[in-house]
């Protein structure tokens, strides 16, 4: 028997939803590039349904009870005298989602004698100290390309809204007004700009090829170059660099991961660089940002705006600067959790934990560390190293907003 423990965002204010605004999802048959989507054997839920909350419970519970395991499921997930503190001694496996991650640094990894299998319930597990897991010999897997496409929507929505000045024009019609001017005054045309991205993996890709529609001027930098193919097919400027890339790029977004190749990459110096009145779209994680120099570049102007849904840690304190600033259009991290994206990382959690179970190997995209080692795609986006340091602050977030 296995103790499966598992860390979910809270379920609504309003109480888990009885109804939903559309009766299901599209269908979606295989990823681009052909990858396919997960195959657990059977699943337990409905897509479409609230999965990544508390009573949500990812679709797992009967399947797990079923094999005679025991699932724990807790939103109580920072600070020594959490649930998850308190249930971590025993538990063999940990699911969380980045939405509301459950930090697994080298002090939790002491206290978990028994875990084996980290699963990232979607992308990015940055929240675990690999260093420490691949000294504890613990097996980390996500659900690479779950979400992607939902992010890669998230971030041209949100190119569009700050270039628009969409956000204030709204708050503009809920207070009673009318004032064009005022929404006017920082509302531009994306067209004809030049919009870069730090990595064209599976997001940076997939936000390449809907932005072209939109007639602007695609640049990217990457560690590896993308086919010629590709990069003819979207007219694509490759910058070796990020600087080089920044100076020509009126919006620029962030989609690679968090590891400490990437931490704290865009800095005071690297924003200086970037041109007056750039955009800076980050949905990867917030710590790719130095998020005092993010602040300071919004209040002298430097930047126009920057928008994203990641922040570090999560959840955000009340104080922190990006609550605050001017020209944001900053959201909870909700970018990768639409009903949709939930279905495909449900499924795909559940794939991990039949495999596991069965003892047949894990998918080798889905692999970040295995036997000791950064494996499958961990082997490639990310570097050995440990991201987390400073996640104690999510101990300050106070409920009282609910
Ligand atoms: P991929 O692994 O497909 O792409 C990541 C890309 O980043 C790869 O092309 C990788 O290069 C590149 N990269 C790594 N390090 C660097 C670097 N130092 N400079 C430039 N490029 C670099 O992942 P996805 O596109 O699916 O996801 C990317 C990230 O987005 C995730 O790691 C996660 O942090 C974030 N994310 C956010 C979500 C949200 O809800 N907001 C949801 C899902 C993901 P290569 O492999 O060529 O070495």
């Known amino acids: 028997m296995s103790k499966v423990l598992c860390v979910l965002y809270d379920d609504p204010v309003t109480g888990y939803p009885k109804s939903y605004a559309r009766d299901g999802v599209p269908t979606i048959k295989s990823y681009p590039g052909g ?16 999965l990544g909350s508390v009573s949500g ?26 649930t998850f503190e308190k249930e971590l001694p025993d538990a063999s496996i940990v699911i969380s989602q980045p939405f509301w991650p459950a930090y697994l640094t080298e002090e939790r990894f002491k206290k978990a004698k028994k875990l084996e299998l980290a699963i990232t319930a ?8 690999l260093e420490a897991a691949m000294r504890h010999g613990v097996t980390v897997a996500e659900v690479s390309y779950s979400n992607s496409i939902s992010v890669s929507e998230h971030v041209v929505m949100m190119i569009l809204s700050l270039v628009r ?19 006017v005054e920082r509302s531009y045309d994306l067209e004809g700009m030049n919009v870069g991205t730090v990595a064209a993996g599976r997001i940076g890709l997939a936000v ?17 170059r993308l086919s010629p193919d590709v990069e003819k097919e979207l007219n694509l400027t490759f910058h070796p660099n990020v600087e080089s890339m920044v100076k020509v ?3 620029v977004t962030i ?5 400490p190749e990437t931490e704290h990459m865009f800095d005071d110096k690297l924003i200086a660089k970037m041109k007056r009145g750039a955009y800076l779209i980050n949905t990867a994680r917030g710590k790719i940002c130095d998020k005092d120099a993010v602040a300071r570049a919004l209040e002298n102007g430097h930047l126009a705006g920057y928008a994203g849904d990641v922040w570090f840690p999560q959840p955000a304190p009340q104080d922190h600067p990006w609550r605050t600033m001017p020209y944001h259009g900053m ?20 794939e991990i934990l039949e495999c596991w179970f069965g003892l047949r190997p894990i998918r080798e995209e889905y692999l970040i560390v295995d036997g000791g080692h950064l494996a499958g795609t961990g082997a490639h986006s990310y570097s050995a190293g440990n991201a987390t340091s400073g996640w104690e602050e999510a101990n300050k977030y106070r409920t009282g907003a609910r």
């Open 122 to 129: 979607g992308i990015g597990s940055d929240h675990i100290d």
């Open 208 to 224: 390449l090829r809907r932005l072209k529609a939109f007639d602007v001027k695609l640049h990217y930098t990457d560690r590896y």
């Open 57 to 82: 419970e990812l679709g797992l519970r009967k399947f797990l009870e079923s094999l005679g395991h025991k699932l724990v499921v807790t939103s109580d997930k920072d600070g020594a005298n959490s």
């Open 331 to 350: 959201t909870p991290h909700v970018s990768g959790t639409s009903l949709s994206a939930q279905a495909r990382y449900a499924a795909g959690t559940r």
């Open 35 to 50: 990858q396919t989507l997960p195959t657990p054997k059977s699943i337990d839920f409905k897509p479409g349904q609230l």
């Open 165 to 183: 000045n969409y956000i204030p024009s709204y708050q503009w019609v809920v207070k009673g007004g009318w004032n064009i001017a005022d929404c």
């Open 249 to 251: 790029c009126d919006v």
């Open 255 to 259: 989609n690679c991961p968090l590891h």
